[in-house]
């Protein structure tokens, strides 16, 4: 793709050392220059335990809110010299940032309406809209673990995720809206993108069924630099690969 989308980061990222995670949505970091012990926001409640090894780097802003009780927030964790992101609010970003320009070719024909949709009592990421008033529902997934090239989606039992693709099937059904469902991949070694089936047989097999109903299934690699994250290139989704 020629044209190049980024989302900044409002400040220059600060490494620290991770030493615990004492739950979801918080870590504890080493900060090398105040030698002290920070408290970080974690924004992606996945289970992360491929990357949240003891000792490793972690990237961070500072808070804007001064109300926050954490002054920090993570970003990016470093797993064996390869950036991942694990931070979902700056993706999320990314994606409306190309809805709204309408450059994912996938989904060129539909014009963005709103984020953060409600219906039939679940809340979807991304409503879209066709010139003839065709609708259509996105749900984001993001994609941090992954083996030998194959990103793989949840990385933790998620029964949320799963009661979302079994809705979007649903609605697919009944022909109300087109579905899809987008896996933005938060690294850069990944190649083709698939269920993990080890990890949660009911979210693997609920995608399997996804497909069969008319889900469309899309994903895209991140670049991810000091300064943002960049829109990286279409790779494709094979719910039906199994994982030795």
């Known amino acids: 793709m020629s044209e190049k989308v980024f989302i900044d980061f409002p400040a220059e990222l600060k490494k620290m050392t991770f030493v615990e995670r004492p739950n979801r949505f918080i870590l504890h970091c080493f ?16 289970r992360l335990i491929e990357l949240l090894i003891e000792g490793v780097t972690i990237y961070v802003l500072p808070s804007t809110n001064p109300a926050r009780k954490t002054k920090w927030t993570a970003v990016y964790v470093e797993s ?3 950036l991942v ?3 979902t609010t700056y993706p999320n970003k ?47 997934k993001s ?23 079994q809705e979007l099937t649903a609605i697919a059904k009944a022909g109300t809206y087109k579905t899809a469902i987008l896996f933005i991949v938060q690294r850069e070694d990944v190649e083709i993108v698939t269920s993990a089936a080890a990890i949660d047989p009911v979210f693997a097999k609920s995608l399997e069924v996804a497909v069969y109903a008319g889900v469309q299934l899309l994903s895209y690699t991140c670049i991810l630099t000091k300064q943002g994250i960049e829109w990286g290139d279409a790779i494709p989704v094979d719910p039906f690969l199994k994982i030795q």
């Open 31 to 46: 900060d090398e220059g105040t030698k002290q012990l920070e408290k970080v926001h974690l924004a992606d409640p996945g």
């Open 80 to 82: 064996n010299g390869l």
């Open 85 to 87: 992101s694990i931070n």
């Open 94 to 140: 990314l994606v409306e940032k190309m809805l709204r320009n309408e450059i994912i070719a996938e989904l060129s024909a539909y014009q963005w309406v709103k984020s953060e949709y409600t219906y039939g009592g679940s809340r979807w990421d991304f409503l879209l809209e066709d010139k003839e008033k065709n609708q259509l529902l996105l749900e984001v």
């Open 143 to 165: 994609v941090t673990l992954a083996s030998d090239g194959i990103g793989m989606f949840p990385d933790a039992v998620t029964k949320r995720g799963a009661k979302h693709v």
